[in-house]
C-alpha cells in the first residue's frame, strides 16, 4: 500500500505560479511511477504529468513549457511547478502512483483556482 498526501493548492490570478506537493510513504518500492491528474469542473479526470522511476517525465501537450514535475527522492515527494498559470488550469490536482501488478494510489486531491 502506498498512502499519498497533495498540497499546495490554492487561488491564484492569471499569469501566476503555485507548487504542488505529493508526499509518499508505505510501499515506496513499489512505486513505477508518479503522476499528476487533475479533474476540472464539469470534466473527466486527465493525466498532466509523469515522471518514471528513472526520472523519464512526459508532459500532457496543453502543459508542455509551463509546468514541470519533479522528485526528491530522500523526502519521496513529488512536485508539480506551475507557471503562467490560465483560468483553464482550475481543477482538482490528484497525486497517484503507478505501481507494479498494475494498481494505482490516489491521493485526496488538491484545489487550484486560477482567476482571470
Known amino acids: 500500500q502506498v498512502q499519498l498526501v497533495e498540497s499546495g493548492g490554492g487561488l491564484v490570478q492569471a499569469g501566476g505560479s503555485l507548487r504542488l506537493s505529493c508526499a509518499a510513504s508505505g510501499s515506496i518500492s513499489s512505486i513505477n511511477a508518479m503522476n499528476w491528474y487533475r479533474q476540472g469542473p464539469g470534466k473527466q479526470r486527465e493525466l498532466v504529468a509523469t515522471?518514471?522511476?528513472?526520472?523519464?517525465?512526459t508532459y500532457v501537450d496543453f502543459v508542455k513549457g509551463r509546468f514541470t514535475i519533479s522528485r526528491d527522492n530522500a523526502k519521496n515527494t513529488v512536485y508539480l511547478q506551475m507557471n503562467s498559470l490560465k483560468p483553464e488550469d482550475t481543477a482538482v490536482y490528484y497525486c497517484a502512483a503507478s505501481l507494479v501488478l498494475g494498481a494505482r494510489s490516489w491521493g485526496q486531491g488538491t484545489q487550484v483556482t486560477v482567476s482571470s
Open positions: 515522471i518514471t522511476r528513472s526520472g523519464r517525465t
